[in-house]
């Protein structure tokens, strides 16, 4: 009887604790959602800016170290520096190569270090985000500074997207040489190894399905429920989405 109980309450809370967890995602034609990086080099100061920012995030707002998932992509061809030869340069082979790497990617796996562990109405919340960042092909370990604010629904939010809206603010350093990236001799001054990055979007709980699923990877395995891959726009009638309603 007892174990009964217990298992209960476990169901209950586990229950309760899904019923909070809310995906948010981004409009990837909204240039105001966007990453940039700064090099500041003794010869030289560079500062690019790139649009076309994709992300989507699965966060329990009462309790965002529940168990979080999600991604950032940024496509590699849309940085843009100011001089379109070397925007060029940027994405050749010898520096970036968006031919073969195309994108740079946050995937979130935890959330730590936090001022609050309940996200409220238009209340900013530090955090450390705790994930992997990958870019030319190698993947890190890292964790990051960032703020989260929550907005419920109001008419003031929905003049910038429907539905409850999650911002989020990160900047954090990497090195070149780190992910593989050698400074040419020919630009040393003019390009610092260490990189800033800031993140910054806005997000929106309207922009996902309630059913939340992956697509299919190379293998079989890949394929399964992933509540932090598809947006609502992309899940109809898919054959790469498990859960995606079938055709009648």
């Known amino acids: 009887m007892k174990t009964k109980i217990n298992l209960t309450a476990f169901l209950t809370l586990l229950l309760g604790l899904n019923l909070f967890a809310q995906t948010f995602s981004v409009d990837s034609k909204d240039g105001r959602n966007q990453a940039s990086f700064i090099s500041d080099a003794p010869f030289e100061k560079i500062v690019g800016i790139a649009s076309g920012l994709d992300a989507t995030v699965m966060i329990n707002i009462i309790d965002v170290t529940q168990k979080p998932m999600g991604k950032v992509k940024v496509p590699i061809t849309n940085i843009k520096t100011g001089i379109d030869l070397r925007d060029e340069h940027l994405r050749g082979d010898m520096w970036l190569n968006a031919a073969k790497f195309p994108d740079a990617e946050f995937q979130l796996t935890g959330i730590k270090n936090t001022t609050s562990k309940e996200l409220n109405d238009s209340k900013k919340v530090n955090v450390t985000l705790v994930g992997k960042f990958s870019v030319h092909g ?70 996902s399905g309630a059913n939340m699923c992956g697509t299919c990877g190379p293998k079989k395995s890949e394929g399964k429920c992933n509540p932090c891959a598809m947006k609502k726009a992309e899940m109809k009638n898919n054959p790469c989405n498990p859960c995606a309603p079938k055709k009648k």
């Open 138 to 207: 190698v993947t890190k370990d890292i964790e990051v500074p960032a703020t989260l604010i929550y907005f419920k629904e109001s008419e003031r939010t929905k003049a910038k997207a429907p539905g409850n809206l999650l911002t989020v603010n990160a900047d954090f350093n990497i090195k070149l040489t780190d992910y593989g990236v050698q400074i040419p001799s020919m630009v040393v001054g003019k390009v610092d190894e260490e990189v800033k990055i800031s993140v910054n979007f806005v997000a929106s709980d309207a922009n």
